[in-house]
């Protein structure tokens, strides 16, 4: 029997040998009806053989003997029927090439050129309570669920080791994560014979598409119809092919979410085994069964098996989502970098591109347009739209229904609406019950998913959105349909200067899809104001930028404050929306440009063309660029500022890095170091910048003489502005000595600074007749060192101090009040530790 068995698993070629009499004790059926022992005994449906050591053949469907008698003489070679280069034909015809359109199916790539490795992790048996609870319903407690502790996949052959060793794992994933990919890739892998991978252990792989199941199909019927139908390969083939080589044979179930209960529990031939069987383990249990699912199934699956071994896939790793973006456009580099730039300045962008069919979507539209939107809104409703039409182009019907998607909108926008305003904090956790009867709808769409959480000793079900983006954007389509009622009454009280970035995406979507909506909530924020120019109150006056933006109104754009940032694609794209609806100059408080790459150089040009500002920041990250590419920043920023038809008042230059700490290597140091030299001729030549300033974050001063060098050079250019972030500056606050004769502000956060530095900067102030405002940030102070600052400030008459900044000083804040406000009457406390200028 081996030998005809090694045939059939496609490991050998027939030869006579193989099927002579003695592999079977008779050469056909016909001999072995001739050579059976009579035995008036023995039961009709009986047949004897074997001369002197009988073997009764049971002549019942499944035997032995049916097996063999089914087959005629002249068709002995359909015995030897070669399943698995059978499938190899098929999977190579079918599995080689994976879409790259989520619509048009038909659009395709060779896979090997295209795939890219996802982020898989295990579920271990290990559980830790979650750090922040969550709310099943409105008004209930927070629960604490117990959350599996993952642990990372680093290949897909770790997962091929897993069902080696496990024998049954489930892939679980949301819409558009790369599940099918994968299986279309492990089957590809298996026919091209990687014989260093798991996968060569498998002598069979079967892949089986859930959707694609036929009610009445068992497992040997779905595995022969993606097998040759001219073959004639029958169940009981398959059957005895199986079993015997169960350790041998990989199931893939894909699609577990697309399947009918019909489908997986109907009855089915007498000689097949239901697919629930097989999910179950109560066939074919020594198979390896691999299943992909979305989450809402994973409770259906634990209860057919609960043994599985779960592994999570998350989408692309940034490092991935490169790869795949650059194996997109194989054919032209170039325009794959572009779209890889975009990315990593287009801040909602990155939230997309991790998941696989949006980072196709985003690829598709680079394709054909060379940019993406920079309309949030836009962007969504085109992402929405791609799940809808993706699971269209699988066959399900109905799914375009505008009173279906309506009714889907109601309910699930309520519900995602009322979990983001919930009095007791946000609620991104829901119940299964707050949704009616509109799930099954939504878990096909991808738009909600289902987990099961243990929480100590019960087990909760709960309901999730794609991502918190997807519950804002839909909560804002709910609001969309309500007009501005509901906006103003329930929304806009909850939008304050501590809370309004929480509720960023929610008022974009808001704006985004209805005018009135845009109207109401930029009138409320540009209502929200406070006398400190806070973080919090300049990101506000940005965000107006945003919002009219996204409104797509010129009658909003009065609405935009006087202090604006330009940091991503999308800033630098409203504020050319902004500028055009405005004939004459546009008059700026402040301006900060973030020029990390040199297309922002490109757009911050045009748009300084068109500005008056009073102060203008340009903001450089020192991580992100080798010393030509800083070089280059530098002197695009000359030529910006020179262009500029009215020169700023201010001009300051704020360079951050995340590189040059005590662990980093000499390359990495010596290039900041080369920064700071081309910096200092940088200085050297623009010494015409009326109050020039620098603001430093990170550990980019490196010794004192690079210091004493860098001071030297900000004297020489008359800088009136420093700001120091993260470096240890303690016992070097005496290198700044010359400045103060022309610095009217100075920042120090997180220097490592003690009493005796505080004491240095006091005697300094005594002669700092232009400061206005000075700000310590942490450190280690004694109240004599607070007290001695103070009084010099008070010494010096020619200083009119606008602000002072004492926070986080290791100092009790009340008494630090005291101290100022008794010695410094002019100056009130409007935050703890922030003092300004009364007016």
């Known amino acids: 029997m081996g030998a005809v068995w090694s045939w059939l698993l496609g490991s050998g070629n027939p030869s006579q040998e193989h099927l002579q009499p003695a592999s079977l004790g008779a050469s056909n059926v016909d001999s072995i009806t001739q050579h059976a022992t009579p035995a008036a005994n023995f039961p009709p449906n009986v047949a004897v053989t074997g001369r002197n050591n009988p073997v009764f053949l049971n002549r019942v469907e499944g035997s032995i003997f049916n097996f063999y008698a089914e087959t005629p003489k002249n068709e002995k070679g359909h015995l030897g029927i070669n399943c698995a280069e059978q499938l190899k034909t098929y999977y190579l015809k079918e599995m080689s090439t994976i879409p790259i359109h989520p619509i048009l199916l038909s659009t395709t790539r060779k896979i090997k050129d295209i795939f890219i490795q996802l982020l898989l992790r295990k579920e271990t048996h290990r559980t830790r309570r979650a750090e922040k609870g969550v709310r099943l319903r409105a008004d209930s407690k927070e629960c604490y669920p117990d959350n599996p502790i993952m642990e990372p996949l680093k290949s897909q052959d770790d997962l091929m080791q897993l069902l080696i060793d496990d024998g049954h794992v489930v892939v679980v994933g949301t819409a558009g994560k790369g599940k099918t990919t994968l299986t279309r890739k492990i089957a590809y892998d298996w026919t091209c014979h990687a014989s ?4 060569s252990l498998f002598k069979l792989v079967f892949v089986l598409r859930m959707k694609e199941i036929q009610v009445g199909s068992g497992i040997l019927d779905s595995m022969r119809k993606i097998l040759p139908t001219d073959v004639g390969v029958s169940r009981r083939h398959l059957q005895h092919i199986i079993h015997e080589n169960q350790r041998e044979v990989l199931i893939i179930f894909d699609g577990l979410d697309e399947a009918s209960s019909t489908v997986l529990e109907g009855p089915v031939h007498d000689d097949d085994y239901p697919i629930k069987d097989v999910l179950s383990a109560k066939a074919l249990r020594n198979c390896s069964v691999l299943v992909t699912t979305r989450p809402h199934k994973m409770d259906q699956l634990r209860s057919y098996f609960k043994n599985y071994t779960v592994v999570e896939t998350t989408g692309f790793s940034s490092d991935n989502r490169n790869k795949y973006i650059q194996q997109f456009f194989s ?14 300045v287009t801040a909602f962008i990155h939230t997309l591109a991790q998941c696989p069919i949006m980072l196709l979507l985003l690829c598709l539209i680079w394709n054909h347009d060379q940019t993406l939107p920079q309309r949030l809104t836009e962007l969504y409703e085109r992402a929405v739209n791609v799940l809808v039409d993706h699971l269209s182009s699988k066959g399900s019907p109905n799914l375009h229904d505008p009173t279906k998607m309506d009714a889907l909108i109601e309910v699930i926008g309520r519900v995602a609406f009322e979990g983001l305003i919930n009095p007791l904090g946000e609620r991104l956790v829901f119940s299964p019950e707050e949704f009616s009867n509109n799930l099954e709808y939504a878990f096909q769409i991808g738009i909600l998913f289902q987990e099961t959480r243990i929480v100590v000793e019960h087990i909760v079900r709960t309901i999730n959105f794609l991502h918190k983006s997807f ?24 939008v304050t200067l501590e809370t309004i970035q ?8 808001c704006c985004g899809m209805n005018q009135e909506a845009a109207c109401a909530i930029l009138e409320h924020i540009n209502g929200l104001s406070e006398d400190l120019q806070t973080p919090a109150y300049l990101w506000i006056q940005s965000f107006s930028l945003v919002l009219v933006f996204e409104a797509q109104s010129p009658d909003l754009v009065k609405a ?8 991503y694609k999308e800033d630098f794209s409203a504020m050319v929306y902004f500028l055009q609806w405005l004939p004459d100059f546009v008059r700026l408080d402040r301006l900060n440009i973030h020029v990390t790459h040199i297309h922002a150089q490109a757009a911050s040009r045009s748009i300084l063309e068109q500005v008056r500002v009073d102060s203008l920041y340009f903001h450089l990250d020192l991580t992100s660029m080798n010393s030509g590419q800083f070089l280059n920043q530098l002197t695009a920023l000359r030529e910006n500022i020179a262009s500029m038809p009215h020169q700023p008042h201010a001009t300051r230059l704020y360079l951050t890095t995340d590189g040059c700490d005590n662990h980093s290597n000499t390359e990495e140091c010596n290039t900041v170091g080369i920064q700071i030299s081309q910096l200092s001729c940088f200085f050297r030549e623009n010494q015409t910048l009326k109050n020039f300033g620098i603001g430093l974050a990170g550990n980019i001063i490196r010794s004192e003489v690079q210091l004493k060098d860098f ?13 120091i972030d993260d470096n240890d500056l303690h016992g070097s606050l005496g290198i700044l000595s010359p400045l103060f004769q022309t610095l009217t502000s100075l920042v120090l956060r997180r220097c490592s600074l003690t009493d005796d530095d505080m004491n240095k900067v006091s005697r300094f102030v005594t002669e700092a007749n232009n400061l206005t405002c000075l700000y310590f940030h ?3 102070f004694s109240q004599d060192a607070v007290y001695t600052l103070i009084d010099a400030i008070n010494q010096n008459e020619s200083i009119d101090l606008e602000k002072l900044y004492l926070c986080d000083i290791d100092l009790d804040p009340s008494l630090v009040s005291r101290m100022v406000l008794e010695k410094i009457p002019h100056l009130k406390e409007f935050k703890t530790g922030f003092f300004a200028k009364r007016e």
């Not at 054919?331 to 990593?344: H, M, N, R, T």
Request: proline share 1%; hydrophobic share 40%.
């Open 711 to 723: 001071v030297g050079t900000l004297v020489s250019c008359k800088a009136t502005y420093l700001c």
């Open 502 to 509: 929480e509720k960023e995406y929610l008022l974009r979507f």
């Open 778 to 780: 942490g450190g280690n």
């Open 196 to 199: 260093d991978s798991c996968l």
């Open 560 to 567: 935009v404050g006087s202090r604006l940032t330009l940091k």
């Open 471 to 494: 519950q804002e954007f839909f909560a804002a389509k709910f609001l969309a349909l309500k007009a501005g009622g509901q906006i103003r009454e329930k929304l806009l009280p909850l």
């Open 331 to 344: 054919d032209d580099k170039s325009i794959g970098e572009a779209l890889i730039k975009e990315v990593d």
